[in-house]
């Protein structure tokens, strides 16, 4: 059974910066993963992904300031949010797929000053 543990996040200034961790458990082969994003009233959108291959995907609205990369290992990822907004300010699922899909219990991030 895939586990995935994430951490990071918290609260943080406009145009500060975080980086949320997310490492997937109990799986031998290289997995897609990427983390999603839902903010009060609003439906879940995906922000970034990573393939098997290692392309990567950006919702426009971070392209340039975040970056999705893996992190020591084959199934753990990490993003680097940088130039924060306000408008980041959402929980975010870590999220991994082969065959099936798997979500993290998800991680606060506020941006405000």
């Known amino acids: 059974q895939v586990q995935l543990v994430e951490s990071g996040g918290g609260l943080v200034q406009p145009g500060g910066s975080l980086r949320l961790s997310c490492a997937a458990s109990g799986s031998r082969f290289r997995m897609y993963m990427g983390w999603y994003r839902q903010a009060p009233g609003k439906e879940r959108e995906l922000v970034a992904s990573i393939t098997g291959d290692d392309i990567t995907n950006y919702a426009d609205s971070v392209k340039g300031r975040f970056t999705i990369s893996r992190d020591n290992g084959e199934n753990t990822v990490k993003m680097e949010m940088n130039s924060l907004k306000p408008e980041d300010t959402a929980v975010y699922y870590c999220?991994?797929?082969?065959?099936?899909?798997?979500w993290g219990q998800g991680t606060q991030v506020t941006v405000s000053s």
């Open positions: 999220y991994a797929r082969f065959l099936y899909e798997y």
